[in-house]
């Protein structure tokens, strides 16, 4: 299921990465235009739109830029909430930024309206976990560096069912069940009635089903890959375990009873994000994560969410720019240093695997390694109001059949397939 995007490097094992990687940060990438060391900067501005969160670190990382070129980094704060908007107002004027931090899938968006422009990272592709590259990948090309990624993972309560990961299904539900939890073996997160199809997407894709098909280049197509038989295999799945079925999925579990459910002990097993993980350890829970168990036969692939920095189709100073991100802000010490202010996975594989050093890091990675990015086309935007009903739908016992193939015709007529 897995596309990778084609930038004339290998993919290589994370082992193999962090060996390539141990002796410090790697060689500045050799990108058409680069001019690290010339001073060729004099005079010239960048701009960098950023949250409070990440300033510090680009500031750090844009004092030895600045040094090298003689140019001027500029880091302007904005809320995180804003930077989408702003961006998408202000490049078509020339008023915005040269570079802005933001989310993977804001991209077909930006894309879709002219305001991003492509990067070189050359011969450092293969430094980068290559699902933050595949996030950052529209319609073949590279529009975003990388420097974080996140996903949901299978948590489970070491000192009710131990810490070996299941590998599938079948075998977490005897793990859980084995140890006495037969009526609740595992917490489905739902959002409650609204239905989150999100945190479970994993064991969708188990099944074979993305929900748009990416092609060669990891890029998404508008292609829907919900319907066929896979897609079936899947709505049968959530049937037979809502309350036609087993009646371990419900449409009562929103983020406040699915985090108190495993919190007390009432379950020993979740797929969460380490956003929750605070909230478990508080409470006393050693947690060990994992990647989610596949229950469809094939690999379960959670979505990754990936930041990144874009640079603006409107830089009169591109190429400056394009240094900047790929000689300065991806080296080991400028990813641990945002890491260190938002700690999010890093998207560099030598600093992801320095900070997996904590074992539940670990296991996110793990997850994450397995995962897809979320879709970035602008085709997502009308998947979720059919998509999320459709699996409390499934949770509360109606025909299967009849669901899916609705809610697949229902996606593609909205857009336009």
Not at 204 to 225: I, K, L, N, R, W
Not at 235 to 256: C, K, L, M, P, R
Not at 265 to 284: L, M, R
Request: glycine share 12%; proline share 6%.
């Amino acid at each position: 299921m897995r596309k990778h995007i084609a930038l004339g490097v290998a993919v290589v094992t994370s082992a193999a990465l962090l060996a390539a990687c141990s002796g410090g940060d790697p060689a500045p990438a050799t990108t058409e235009g680069s001019s690290a060391g010339a001073g060729d900067g004099a005079g010239t501005e960048l701009v960098v739109w950023s949250d409070a969160e990440r300033a510090e670190a680009i500031k750090n990382a844009a004092a030895d830029f600045e040094e090298d070129t003689g140019a001027t980094v500029t880091v302007v704060q904005k809320n995180f909430e804003d930077l989408r908007a702003d961006f998408l107002a202000q490049v078509p004027t020339g008023e915005g930024p040269d570079i802005t931090v933001g989310a993977h899938d804001w991209l077909g968006e930006f894309v879709e309206s002219g305001v991003v422009d492509t990067i070189d990272i050359g011969d450092r592709a293969g430094d980068f976990e290559q699902v933050t590259l595949d996030a950052l990948t529209y319609d073949g090309q590279l529009y975003a560096l990388p420097y974080a990624q996140e996903s949901v993972a299978l948590i489970q309560n070491v000192g009710l069912v131990g810490a070996e990961p299941p590998a599938t299904w079948d075998e977490m539900i005897q793990m859980a069940t084995d140890a006495g939890f037969t009526e609740r073996p595992f917490v489905l997160y739902t959002n409650g009635a609204e239905g989150d199809m999100y945190t479970s997407y994993a064991f969708q894709t188990s099944f074979g089903a993305p929900v748009f098909v990416q092609d060669e280049s990891g890029s998404y197509t508008s292609e829907v890959g919900l319907g066929g038989d896979a897609g079936l295999a899947y709505a049968q799945w959530i049937h037979a375990n809502g309350s036609a079925g087993t009646g371990y999925f419900t449409d009562t579990v929103d983020y406040d009873i699915g985090n108190e459910l495993f919190a007390t002990g009432q379950s020993p097993f979740i797929v969460q994000g380490p956003w929750t993980i605070p909230t478990y350890q508080d409470a006393g829970i050693e947690v060990a994560v994992g990647p989610v168990p596949s229950a469809g036969g094939q690999t379960a692939s959670p979505f990754v969410g990936v930041q990144g920095f874009y640079l603006s189709a409107q830089s009169s100073n591109a190429l400056l720019a394009n240094e900047f991100l790929v000689n300065y802000m991806a080296t080991d010490e400028a990813q641990q240093a945002l890491y260190d202010a938002d700690p999010r996975i890093p998207a560099l594989t030598s600093v992801a695997e320095q900070v997996s050093d904590d074992p539940v890091i670990a296991g996110f990675l793990a997850s994450a390694q397995n995962g897809v990015p979320m879709p970035n086309i602008p085709e997502m935007g009308a998947v979720w109001e059919f998509w999320n009903p459709a699996q409390i739908a499934l949770i509360n016992g109606e025909d299967p059949t009849s669901v899916w193939t609705s809610m697949v015709t229902n996606i593609e007529g909205a857009i336009g397939g």
